[in-house]
């Protein structure tokens, strides 16, 4: 069963600091691209940042030059370094994984997931 479990959430005030952890376990025998997302209330989900299997990065326009994102395939994790934080910025942030999935590459699939997601709230 595979899994994405996000972690390193919490309250910070503005102009702090975060960096969000998640670790994929499970069957995985590739990960293609991996990314945050980010839901506040009342508001859709939105794209925070992703990065592909290589080094190719994509932000959301509110969070570039605040915000990166890395991945450590050994350690089949991935980051969201946040500085500068805003109170726009408090919402549940999720853990996204495009993975191929399965105990041998012939008899793999495709497919996405989602962590449970982590909580920040920026507040003074």
């Known amino acids: 069963q595979v899994q994405l479990v996000e972690s390193g959430g919490g309250v910070v005030q503005p102009g702090g600091s975060l960096r969000l952890s998640c670790v994929a376990s499970?069957?995985?025998?590739?990960?293609?691209?991996m990314g945050w997302y980010r839901q506040a209330p009342g508001k859709e989900r939105e794209l925070v940042a992703s990065i592909t299997d290589g080094i190719g990065t994509n932000y959301g326009d509110s969070v570039k030059e605040r915000f990166s994102v890395s991945r450590d395939n050994n350690k089949r994790t991935l980051y969201l370094q946040m500085n500068s934080l805003e109170t726009e910025d408090t919402a549940v942030y999720y853990c996204n994984a495009d993975l191929r999935v399965g105990v041998t590459w012939s008899q793999s699939r495709r497919a996405d997931y989602w962590g449970q997601g982590t909580q920040v709230t920026i507040s003074s």
């Open positions: 499970g069957s995985i025998l590739f990960a293609y691209s």
